[in-house]
């Protein structure tokens, strides 16, 4: 059975935090990827984002549903959507938009496992990560081209 090493994209495009959007979006498009890890400053990953993450960042706002009752307004969702809505809405960085932690794998991990994860979380942007740094990275058109 193949293992990550074997599928892994090893020239690996990374992201910051700091990273504007603007950039990010010219990355992935530039390099037909889905996504990228986030990297910290020792160049370890924290989190990736993808495509998805972009498609999110540009959804309408939705405006909570709220009760009036003597001069008193009482929201009737969770206040922390509206929260979480708005700081999307105003987000200039890929810190604002990024998913955390990461889920990575390591070089020996099955391809099967690494299939299994990115199916059962829609996960589609994998790193591979060997004593905390950054070896590889795993995305959907890899594993599909291990079949062949």
């Not at 495009?13 to 992935?28: D, G």
């Not at 979480?84 to 938009?97: E, F, H, Q, W, Y």
Request: glycine letters at 4%; hydrophobic letters at 40%.
């Amino acid at each position: 059975m193949p293992k990550a090493s074997d599928i892994m994209t090893r020239d690996v495009v990374t992201v910051t935090i700091e990273t504007s959007i603007r950039e990010l979006a010219q990355k992935l498009l530039q390099r037909s990827i889905n996504g990228v890890p986030v990297i910290d400053e020792e160049k370890r990953v924290i989190g990736v984002v993808c495509e998805s993450d972009l498609v999110e960042f540009n959804k309408p706002l939705h405006i909570p549903t709220v009760f009036v009752i003597l001069d008193s307004i009482i929201p009737m969702e969770n206040p922390w959507r509206l929260h979480k809505d708005l700081k999307r809405i105003a987000a200039t960085k890929v810190g604002d938009i990024y998913s955390h932690p990461a889920t990575t794998v390591d070089p020996e991990t099955d391809v099967s496992e690494i299939a299994r994860i990115m199916s059962e979380h829609k996960y589609y942007t994998i790193p591979v990560v060997d004593n905390e740094l950054l070896v590889g990275v795993i995305g959907k058109v890899d594993i599909v081209k291990s079949l062949i």
